[in-house]
């Protein structure tokens, strides 16, 4: 079963400027895949395409199934938020809330009928903390955090709703080499327990870590070898 399928993606600019040449890509459940591409290449445009923020390009983008052309604007913003969970470099966190509360965020937009209780999530960000070493952070705001810290976070957040696919972009990119390895022995895991994730890294021994790496090269992918 794939979680993503994109048959001869091809995008064009505003201003004119084309990437992707007839792009395919398949992405399995329960995989782990790297992808690594010059800069320019288009790897974040992709992720983008892929997590349902860009919906201006020609081809088909499957999602569990799903062919996305089909789906109205709630439908698409309810799959983002329910099935798709996006670690950034950047970590995105809200100034003025605690680091619980900006976990919980992304449980407030579920759906009514999904959503379970508050000390669920609760329970579910205190085990992926204990887990990811950030317990001791909850009632801090973010700008009292390391920036290893922040990734840490934004990670749980990004998995709160127990997304099927992850998109990770750059996830280690900011961090020394203990962060970089408990974010990806948490992508191991998540892969592991039969999620889809889909790694952007320039870090070749990122890259390396995972079952498949792809390349992305003058607008098409194809495997890289090891
Ligand atoms: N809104 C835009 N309008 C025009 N061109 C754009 C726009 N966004 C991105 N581009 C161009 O598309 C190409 C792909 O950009 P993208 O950010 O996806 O590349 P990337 O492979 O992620 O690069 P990096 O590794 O540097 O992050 C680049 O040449 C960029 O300049």
């Not at 085990?127 to 922040?150: E, N, R």
Request: hydrophobic content about 35%; glycine content about 6%; charged content about 25%.
């Amino acid at each position: 079963m794939y979680s993503v399928r994109i048959t001869e993606l091809e995008k064009e600019f505003k201003n004119g400027r084309k990437i992707f040449s007839g792009l395919n890509l398949e992405l399995e459940e329960s995989s782990l895949t790297a992808l690594v591409g010059a800069s320019g290449e288009g790897k974040t445009t992709l992720l983008n395409v892929i997590g349902l923020l860009d919906t201006d390009y020609s081809g088909q983008v499957e999602l569990f199934g799903q062919k996305v052309n089909e789906l109205n604007q709630t439908e698409m913003a309810r799959l983002r938020n329910q099935q798709i969970g996006f670690i950034l470099q950047e970590p995105l966190l809200i100034k003025n809330m605690s680091v619980r509360d900006n976990i919980l965020l992304p449980t407030v937009y579920l759906d009514k009928s999904l959503r379970k209780s508050k000390d669920y999530y609760l329970a579910r960000a205190e085990q992926f903390a204990d887990q990811l070493g950030v317990s001791q952070v909850f009632d801090q705001k973010p700008a009292t955090l390391s920036g290893g810290q922040k990734q840490r976070v934004t990670a749980i957040r990004a998995l709160i709703n127990d997304p099927q696919l992850i998109l990770a972009d750059e996830p280690t990119g900011s961090l020394d080499e203990e962060n970089a390895k408990i974010i990806m022995d948490l992508l191991k895991k998540l892969s592991r327990e039969g999620k889809t994730v889909f790694t952007v890294t320039h870090d070749s021994h990122i890259a390396s870590q995972h079952d498949r790496v792809l390349q992305l090269k003058n607008g098409n992918i194809t495997v890289k070898e090891n």
